[in-house]
Every structure is written in structure tokens, then in C-alpha cells.
């Protein structure tokens, strides 16, 4: 139990688009603890940017609520930063005019942290300050679009695939600055398709299909929640939540919840982070799993209200 207020809190939060395609969020209930990167996955078209700006306060859920450090996403607007995927910056301005605005727009808040700003856009210092955003790469445009972000120093950083469009050595380079700021206390979420590369950047994970949370928690507490089994015996699956089951040569792999002990011939194994997420996208029925540090307030105080309740 903590009193610590969270970074993002869902409860119930639903959300339409239009009558006709229906809910592209449903029922998403989580707690985001501060101070944590959380990768945000799922399958094209699963809700990722939906939820992204819900929380950025630009969308307003139709159902359920969601707060932003305690507040709501509208009035936490000043404390956080969100970068779009098409990342939008005004095509006519420099990339020195670009971070001169960022600090001017963050003059109030006294937190604006020029030289952070400057090493991510200027990154190898082969990019000419006075160059025009139109005519930067797309690589380029990532690179300035996170140096604002990264500048404001806001205390929650929500990135729609903010490395997509980055050579490697630009990620790496982004990737240690988030971890800083997240040493720093900032909470970051990003949506990222690039599976291999959370376990080494990311300690939380919040995995959505079909516009449902699937997968909610820290990244160690999900991962240990799972055994990978390898064997040729016949899986009594009366005994195991099995989220998938895969043949391999002329035996089977089977990856299931670690709530119950395997009968036959089979060797058990910590599954690796990729395998946990890829197993959970192909199948994206898999019961849902919310780990304990995910679960928000109103499930955390179910418990207790149901002990009252029984006592009454
Ligand atoms: N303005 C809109 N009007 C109608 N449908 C929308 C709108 N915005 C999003 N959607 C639908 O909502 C669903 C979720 O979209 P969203 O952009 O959140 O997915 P995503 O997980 O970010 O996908 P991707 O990985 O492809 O970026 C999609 O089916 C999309 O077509």
C-alpha cells in the first residue's frame, strides 16, 4: 500500500471515437507509480496513442477517470510533456528559434534546462542551429521534438514511438537522458514496437490489444508472473493459465502464468521480457494480468471494503 501520489491512475477509463467503430479504449484500469519508464505496447491500432492523449489531457475520457499526478490531465497540463508521433514543430522556425520558444513558452515554471535541451537536438553537433525545421530529417525533427520535451523537465514525459526514426547511436544517446530524468524522479511512458530493446531501458510495462489492457505492472514482477516450459509431454491445461503453446521441432514450448506446477516431462524457465510481450500479442485473449504495483487505489481499498462489508 502506498500514499504516494501516482504518476497516471485509470479507473474504468473508456473511450469512443465515432458511433460506428465503437470503443477504442475499454474498462482500462492501472496505477503508474512516479519515477518509473513504462513501456506502453501492443499491436497496431490497439489504443496507444488513445490512452496517450487522454492522459496528455487532449482527448476527455467517455468513461471512467484518469488523473495526472493527482490532477487532472487538464489541469496537470504545465507538468507534463508529450511528443506526438508525427511530431508537430513549426516548419518555419529554426532549431535555435524552436528551443528559444521552448523556453520562453516554460519561463514561468523556472525548471527550463537549455544545456539538456541543446546536447539532444544538436546531438554530434553536425546539426547547424540556424537550420529550418522543414528542411531537418526525420531523424533530425525526433531529435529536436525530444529536446523540448527533455528541456521542459516535466515530471511526466508521455512519447508516442519517440525512437522510431533514430539511428542507433541517437538512441542510445536519448535512451541513458530518459533514464536520467527518470533518475531524477520524471516519469516516463513510451510507446515503442521495439520489443528487444525494452528490458534494458524500461522497468514497467503497460501492454494493450483491442483497445484492452492485457498486461499491466513492473516489468519484474510481470515477467516472474510467467514460466516458460519446454517439453513433449501433453500440457494439462485444466491446471495452468497457458497463454500460448508453440511447437518446436519435435517438441512444444508452452509459456503459462507460474500459478501452478506443471505435470509430465517438462523443463521450467524464467521467460525473457520479449518472449512474455510476444507471447501476449499473439495472443491477445490471454486473461489479463494486472501485477500488484499496478493495480489502482479503488482496487487496492476493494479488499478491505469487502472485509468491512462481510464484518458488518
Ligand atoms: N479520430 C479517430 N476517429 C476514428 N477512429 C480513430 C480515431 N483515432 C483513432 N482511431 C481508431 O482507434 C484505434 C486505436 O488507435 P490508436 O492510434 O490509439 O492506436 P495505436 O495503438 O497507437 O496504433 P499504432 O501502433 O498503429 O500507432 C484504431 O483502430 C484507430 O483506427
Request: proline letters at 5%.
Amino acid at each position: 500500500m502506498t500514499d504516494a501520489v501516482a504518476a497516471l491512475e485509470a479507473a474504468g477509463v473508456g473511450m469512443s471515437c465515432s458511433r460506428r467503430r465503437g470503443a477504442v479504449v475499454e474498462d482500462c484500469s492501472f496505477r503508474l507509480p512516479q519515477g518509473r519508464i513504462c513501456a506502453l505496447v501492443g499491436p497496431n491500432g490497439a489504443g496507444k496513442t488513445t490512452l496517450l492523449r487522454l492522459a496528455a489531457g487532449l482527448l476527455r475520457p467517455a468513461r471512467g477517470t484518469l488523473s495526472v499526478l493527482g490532477r487532472t490531465p487538464a489541469a496537470a497540463r504545465g507538468r507534463v510533456a508529450y511528443v506526438a508521433q508525427s511530431k508537430p514543430l513549426h516548419p518555419h522556425l529554426s532549431v535555435a528559434d524552436t528551443l528559444r520558444f521552448g523556453a520562453e513558452l516554460n519561463r514561468d515554471t523556472g525548471r527550463w534546462d537549455q544545456p539538456a535541451a541543446e546536447r539532444i537536438a544538436y546531438g554530434d553537433e553536425t546539426l547547424d542551429p540556424f537550420t529550418k525545421i522543414r528542411a531537418l530529417s526525420g531523424g533530425q525533427r525526433t531529435r529536436v521534438a525530444l529536446a523540448l520535451a527533455l528541456g521542459k523537465r516535466a515530471e511526466l514525459m508521455l512519447l508516442d514511438e519517440p525512437m522510431g526514426d533514430l539511428d542507433p547511436l541517437a538512441r542510445r544517446q536519448l535512451t541513458g537522458a530518459l533514464m536520467a530524468a527518470a533518475e531524477s524522479g520524471t516519469t516516463i511512458v513510451m510507446s515503442s514496437h521495439v520489443i528487444t530493446e525494452l528490458e534494458s531501458s524500461c522497468d514497467f510495462l503497460l501492454l494493450v490489444a483491442g483497445g484492452r489492457l492485457r498486461l499491466a505492472g513492473a516489468l519484474e514482477e510481470v515477467v516472474s508472473a510467467h514460466t516458460l516450459l519446454t517439453g513433449t509431454s501433453a500440457l494439462d491445461t485444466s491446471r495452468q493459465t497457458v497463454i500460448e503453446q508453440r511447437s518446436v521441432g519435435r517438441g512444444r514450448t508452452a509459456l503459462v502464468r507460474a500459478d501452478g506446477a506443471p505435470v509430465g516431462e517438462w523443463l521450467a524457465e524464467r521467460p525473457t521480457v520479449e518472449e512474455v510481450v510476444l507471447a501476449h500479442l499473439r495472443n491477445t485473449q490471454a486473461p489479463p494480468l494486472l501485477a500488484e504495483e499496478a493495480a489502482p487505489e479503488s482496487a487496492r481499498r476493494a479488499p478491505h471494503a469487502r472485509s468491512q462489508e462481510n464484518a458488518a
